[in-house]
């Protein structure tokens, strides 16, 4: 064995060992107990047993907070998306100036950073409960991921197209309507799809907190202990999520030959 793979063996040694101890200091920190998961497996098994069999017959009560689920997140995902695209179109370098290129990805990465669940919190204090706030903060919630996906998108744009049409004397509305839109459209349609499936898994959380809709029946039927109940609720956030996610790969097929993002 020549002495460099002495020293890469003795390397990659010393990083499994350091990998150990982090991993063990981390399990330490979080109060990792094998006897507590041990036994807390057989509990859990023994709640999932209280939620069987299901309360069919409340399955007609949770039609309206599962149709109030799918607007709030609809809404939230035009909402969003529209704001978004304005914010893209601040925050592309090959439209805005390098000012307000910053102050938009500012704007971005700083929603980038809150969580949802803590948008939610702080509008329904300030809003009370209900759908509005969940709205609301889906909505915000939307800048972030579609605001960089649509400017990431706008730079990608051919510059030799935009050139041209910028020398016979368009405007930059003009540019944005005939060559930026047409070009990055199929995108934008495809990321926005994306983002409603999101938002259905994230309107359920949100509504656990306040925002209505089937998340909050979830909680509800949890708090009274009428698992049965919860567990019908589950099943039709299940029905949602399976059915958004059928629903927006097929769009996206129909849109992109590929039915991939771009």
């Given at each position: 064995m020549t002495t460099l793979q002495r020293q890469k063996t003795l390397g990659k040694i010393l990083s499994f060992i350091a990998f150990c101890i982090l991993v063990y200091y981390a399990a330490k920190l979080c109060r990792v107990d094998y006897?507590?998961?041990?036994?807390?497996?057989?509990?859990?098994?023994?709640?999932?047993?209280?939620?069987?069999?299901?309360?069919?017959?409340?399955?007609?009560e949770m039609l309206y907070p599962a149709f109030e689920t799918v607007l709030i997140a609809l809404l939230a995902t035009i909402l969003g998306a529209l704001i978004s695209l304005l914010l893209a179109f601040g925050g592309a370098?090959?439209?805005?100036?390098?000012?307000?290129?910053?102050?938009?990805?500012?704007?971005?990465?700083?929603e980038r950073a809150l969580p949802e669940i803590v948008i939610i919190l702080l509008l329904v204090a300030a809003l009370g409960l209900g759908a509005f706030p969940g709205v609301v903060a889906l909505a915000i919630g939307c800048l972030g991921m579609l605001g960089r996906l649509f400017a990431d998108a706008i730079e990608e744009v051919n510059p030799k197209t935009m050139e041209a049409?910028?020398?016979?004397?368009?405007?930059?509305?003009?540019?944005?309507?005939?060559?930026?839109?047409?070009?990055?459209?199929?995108?934008?349609?495809?990321?926005?799809?994306?983002?409603?499936?999101?938002?259905?898994?994230?309107?359920v959380l949100l509504g656990a907190v306040g925002a209505g809709g089937i998340g909050y029946e979830i909680f509800y039927s949890f708090q009274l202990l009428e698992y049965e109940r919860a567990s019908t609720a589950i099943l039709v956030v299940l029905f949602l999520v399976f059915s958004s996610e059928r629903l927006s790969d097929y769009l996206r097929k129909k849109i992109l030959p590929t039915g991939k993002l771009k």
């Open positions: 006897r507590i998961f041990k036994s807390g497996i057989f509990e859990g098994f023994q709640f999932i047993q209280e939620l069987f069999p299901p309360d069919f017959g409340a399955l007609g370098a090959n439209l805005a100036p390098a000012w307000l290129k910053f102050v938009s990805r500012f704007i971005m990465v700083a049409v910028t020398s016979v004397g368009a405007s930059k509305m003009q540019i944005i309507q005939y060559v930026v839109l047409p070009e990055v459209m199929p995108s934008l349609i495809s990321n926005v799809l994306f983002r409603f499936e999101v938002n259905i898994r994230l309107s």
